[in-house]
Every structure is written in structure tokens, then in C-alpha cells.
């Protein structure tokens, strides 16, 4: 007598988790423009690389003679699998069977995702397409949990503060699939397929009488402007590789430093147009990007969160190999200005930093907060506060590049504690800009004058000039004023310099990046 | 290939370089935006003929117009 007749059992209901939801629930997947989830989770991982938990679990249904009649697979599928050669888990919901809304063993499953990421010190990765729990599925009391069960959010945080979480929303996601994509270091939704909502358009209508259509009310288009997903792709392909990329610049967990590359860009690279890139024109906006592209690592620069809090550039790269984050200004948004969405984003980076140890390089031309009406509504000053006192209490390396301006409060978050500060000729710093200071300040004077416009111009430029970054190199309020051609070549040794800062920096930090 | 330059923000169009017709090089300044007292430079992504604008001098314009179409 053998267990022959078990393990075809066993083989038989592993072909049929295979199956997923079916032949017509996989084709209507494929239909729409969607893989299904193993799909989805073969090509963001390493080739023959997953290996898969849970296989067996789901609800099997057999007949008087104990014959599997129906087996009915977990709705999240979820295993090991390697990225660029290194481990990681990756999870996701099934949507082919109940529209990925959850299976008691599918739910399992997926709390198990973050307690095995925490426990292993290994990326997360989950792919998201389900609609949370539905109503149907309470009709079956066993559902409930214990009272003492832990938190449901306390893997979700623990995961965070200790390995890398990197989240795609492949199709439409809703309740707590959405909440779980945001509470990740990283997001990305597929312009082309996904939604992110708290509701869809049934609930809504009938409670708000609001009539929208999913993309309306949860599409790319919104959800990358206001902050809640940080990149958008063109589709699942872009999304996945989109990850891959986000994962590359950070180590595996708090306990490990960045993977440095090899670099064979130049350390003492001098781009010439880095002469020339600010307009002496002050009213004159540049493009900070281009500043980037030649300082960085060639095309190292990898930006998170394009479409929201725009005046803020910020996203990960390399310097001589050595992964760094990277914040900025973008001057021809609001002129730079800090707004509440940019301080908001801006606070969410160096949090990231500090999690994993990251050196910030900071390129810094900041007018200062955002001004007016709706910017007071917006509660701009205490986000822009949230974001200072984080940079004053993060412990990560950090160097600021005083590119053109530097004014006001504002300035003061782009300058982590005891950062190294470099000065280009072209550097402004003062309370407030000439421009709206000297209106202010001088108010009576320039009324007085008989000509009162060419009065304020020319205390302008009194007052420009005073802002000059020399007699500030001669105080030594900064570390060197620089050729901004040598910029390039000043950081990469101050990364060089930096790095037996770095080890003593591993572990959890005090503080962990919330959403 | 024709390429469409949207507006990156609002704000009101300062100054127009261009119109239908001329011919462009790739990184020719094609118009001046003035948004938060700050001028704001737009270039040509790649060389071609501008078919269309779409904004004029003075104009107050918002996010994702579109601009100015090249071929």
C-alpha cells in the first residue's frame, strides 16, 4: 500500500491553483489588457526564479466518496523570487476568482506576505488588482477574527520600517488592496489598466449620488497629482520594470547598506554647460533636470513622484555607484516654491533616506513657501515645518548644492544636519527674495521717490548684491564656494568620504516613513 | 514626427518666438511663460516645422494646454 492516491491528490489540486479562476476568468483577464497574477509575478521576477507558498490552500469541494469534485484556489498568490539575482517576496490578489475579493485563505495569505518579508529582511513586492472584502463574502460567520488577532496594520508597518516595500495597482484596486498599495516606500498604477479607489463608481453613486466612471474618479490622471500613488507607467510591463528599478538603489533591509555599483562614469567629470545652465537674468527660470543629468551618474536618475508637489524634484540615483537620494528644486514650477503637496513629498523622501540609509544630495533653489490665499488654506506652513524638523533630525549624509536661491524658512529643510554645503557663484541666500523683500522693507522710501519704479530696482540691486555668496565663503557659513563644473567631481568625494558614516547608521531608525 | 508641447503650468504667456511656418532646431527657445514673477523658457524637444500655435502673447493659460504643435 502506497500514498499514491494522496499525492495524485496533491499533484491534481496544484494543476488546478494553476487554473487560477478558470479558462473563461483568465481569457476575460486577458481581454481587458491584463496578465493574471502569476503572470504578472513571473515577469517581474528573475526567469524560474518564484517559488511558491501556499499552493495547496483554497476551498476544495468533494463528493460522498471523498473525489475532488471542485477545488477553488486562494485568491492571493504569494512566494519567494529573486530581482537582479536578489531575493524578495512578491504577493498579489487573484483576480480572476471573486474579483480578487478576499478568500478566507487568500486573506491569510496575504498578512503572511508582510510577516514573511519582516521576518526574512527581504523586499516586498505586491501586485495589486481586488476590491477588499464585499459584502457577500460576511454572510459566513467563521470569517470573523479572534478579538486578540494582531492589528491588521501592524505587519503593513513593520514591514515598512524594515525592508524595502514596493507596490504596483495593475487593475482596479479598492478598500484594502488600496490601502495597501499607498502604504508602500513605492507605487506605481498603469495608466493603461488601474484605478485606485476607496469606493467605486456603484458605491458612490448610490451614497454621494456622485456619477463618475472608475478612471474619473480613481485614474492615474488623479491619483499622481495628489500623492497617492508615486509613478504612473504605460502599463503592467512598464510597472513591473518600474519596480525592478526602485529596488535596484536600495539594500535588502535596514541591516544592510546600499549596494554600491561599478561606475564607468568619470569621477572627475566636468560638464561644461554646468557654466552657463543658470541665467544671470534672476527673474529667468533653468531647467534643473539638465543640472542633474550632468552631475549624477549618467542615467542614474530615477524620479518618484514627477506629477505631484511639482516645484520638489525628488529621486534616487547613483554617484560613483554609490546609491543616493536626490532633492530639488524645479524653478519653472511656482518658481521652486515650497507648497504643501512639496513639503509633504519632500518629508515622505528623506524619511525614505533615513529608513535605508541613503546619503542625500540636495541641489537647492528654493524662493521659499508658497504665498497667498490658498496656500494659508493649505496649512503650508505646518507641512513645510513637518519637512524641516525631519531634515533636522535625520542622520543620513547629506550634502546641499546651493544652486541659485536659498531663501526664507523654506531653505532651511533642504539642509539635513551637519550637511556639507557647496556654494555656486550664482547662490542668492537672505530671509526673503529682493523682489517682494525691498517692496516691504522700503515701502515708504520708494513711495517718496519722485521715480518710485526705478527707486525699487535700484535698491534691488543694492540688496542683490548683498546676497552675493562670497562674504559668505570668507565667514565659512558654507564649506566651499565652487566652479559649478566642479561639481561633480566635490560630491564624488564627498561620497568617497562619507562612507564609514554609513555602517554605523544600520538598523531601524527612530523614526519610520509613514504614508 | 509631430511633437505637441503642452503647457508644464499656468501662469500667462510672455513671449512668442515663433510662429506657423518657421522652421525649428532641437532646444531653440519657442516661447517665454511668466509664472510666480519667474520667466519660464520652453524649447523645442527635437528640430522641425512649427504647424501650429495655439497660444498668444499675454494670453493667461492653464496646465496641459497645448501650445504649439511641430512637425
Given amino acids: 500500500m502506497t500514498w499514491k492516491e494522496e499525492t495524485d491528490k496533491i499533484h491534481q489540486r496544484r494543476e488546478l491553483a494553476k487554473l487560477q479562476g478558470g479558462e473563461k476568468a483568465v481569457a476575460a483577464q486577458h481581454r481587458k489588457g491584463r496578465m493574471t497574477i502569476r503572470e504578472r509575478i513571473n515577469a517581474l521576477l528573475d526567469k524560474n526564479t518564484f517559488d511558491e507558498i501556499g499552493m495547496g490552500a483554497g476551498d476544495a469541494e468533494l463528493d460522498e466518496d471523498g473525489n475532488l469534485v471542485e477545488f477553488s484556489p486562494a485568491n492571493y498568490v504569494l512566494g519567494f523570487g529573486k530581482i537582479d539575482g536578489r531575493r524578495c517576496i512578491v504577493g498579489g490578489e487573484d483576480f480572476t476568482l471573486k474579483g480578487g475579493s478576499p478568500s478566507a485563505a487568500g486573506q491569510r495569505k496575504s498578512v503572511y506576505t508582510e510577516d514573511l518579508a519582516a521576518k526574512y529582511r527581504i523586499p516586498l513586492i505586491r501586485l495589486h488588482e481586488g476590491a477588499g472584502g464585499s459584502v457577500g463574502g460576511t454572510k459566513k460567520a467563521s470569517l470573523s477574527s479572534p478579538v486578540n488577532e494582531p492589528h491588521r496594520f501592524r505587519s503593513v508597518a513593520e514591514a515598512m520600517a524594515r525592508v524595502p516595500v514596493a507596490t504596483g495597482a495593475m487593475g482596479a484596486v479598492a478598500g484594502m488592496p488600496a490601502a495597501r498599495l499607498v502604504a508602500s516606500h513605492f507605487s506605481v498604477m498603469s495608466k493603461s489598466t488601474a484605478q485606485v479607489l476607496i469606493a467605486g463608481p456603484a458605491v458612490v453613486q448610490r451614497a454621494m449620488g456622485e456619477k463618475k466612471t472608475k478612471d474619473e474618479l480613481g485614474g492615474a490622471d488623479v491619483h499622481t497629482k495628489n500623492g497617492t500613488v508615486d509613478n504612473a507607467s504605460e502599463d503592467e510591463a512598464d510597472a513591473l520594470i518600474q519596480i525592478r528599478k526602485f529596488l535596484s538603489y536600495l539594500p535588502s533591509n535596514v541591516w544592510e547598506n546600499a549596494p554600491v555599483t561599478a561606475c564607468d562614469d568619470a569621477q572627475d567629470r566636468q560638464e561644461e554647460a554646468l557654466l552657463d545652465i543658470v541665467p544671470r537674468d534672476r527673474r529667468r527660470a533653468f531647467d534643473m533636470r539638465k543640472v542633474l543629468r550632468w552631475v549624477l551618474d549618467q542615467e542614474s536618475f530615477f524620479e518618484v513622484g514627477k506629477g505631484y508637489g511639482r516645484s520638489q524634484i525628488t529621486g534616487l540615483a547613483r554617484m560613483n555607484g554609490q546609491p543616493v537620494g536626490v532633492w530639488a528644486n524645479d524653478g519653472r514650477h511656482l518658481a521652486g516654491a515650497m507648497t504643501a503637496n512639496g513639503a509633504h513629498k519632500a518629508r515622505r523622501f528623506i524619511e525614505l533616506c533615513e529608513t535605508f540609509h541613503l546619503p542625500i544630495l540636495s541641489f537647492v533653489d528654493e524662493p521659499g513657501f508658497m504665498i497667498g490665499s490658498q496656500a494659508e488654506r493649505e496649512a503650508t506652513i505646518r507641512h513645510g515645518a513637518n519637512t524641516a524638523l525631519t531634515a533636522a533630525m535625520a542622520n543620513v549624509p547629506w550634502a546641499s548644492v546651493m544652486v541659485r536661491r536659498s531663501f526664507g524658512v523654506a531653505q532651511v529643510a533642504h539642509y539635513g544636519h551637519d550637511a556639507y554645503v557647496l556654494a555656486w557663484p550664482s547662490a542668492e541666500t537672505g530671509p526673503l527674495p529682493v523682489e517682494g523683500g525691498v517692496a516691504v522693507a522700503f515701502h515708504r522710501e520708494i513711495a517718496q521717490a519722485a521715480d518710485p519704479d526705478a527707486k525699487r530696482r535700484e535698491l534691488e540691486e543694492m540688496m542683490a548684491a548683498k546676497q552675493s555668496p562670497f562674504p559668505r565663503a570668507e565667514a565659512f557659513s558654507v564649506h566651499e564656494l565652487i566652479d559649478p563644473r566642479e561639481t561633480r567631481p566635490m560630491l564624488c568625494r564627498w561620497i568617497d568620504r562619507i562612507q564609514p558614516l554609513l555602517p554605523p547608521l544600520l538598523g531601524p531608525t527612530g523614526f519610520s516613513i509613514r504614508p | ?71
Fill in chain 2, 1 to 71: 514626427m509631430a511633437t505637441n508641447i503642452n503647457l508644464e503650468t499656468g501662469g500667462s504667456v510672455w513671449k512668442m518666438h515663433v510662429k506657423p511656418g518657421d522652421s525649428v532646431e532641437e532646444g531653440q527657445e519657442l516661447f517665454i511663460m511668466e509664472v510666480m514673477k519667474m520667466e519660464v523658457p520652453y524649447e523645442a524637444p527635437a528640430a522641425g516645422t512649427v504647424n501650429a500655435v495655439h497660444i498668444a502673447e499675454g494670453d493667461v493659460v492653464e496646465e496641459g494646454q497645448l501650445a504649439i504643435e511641430i512637425a
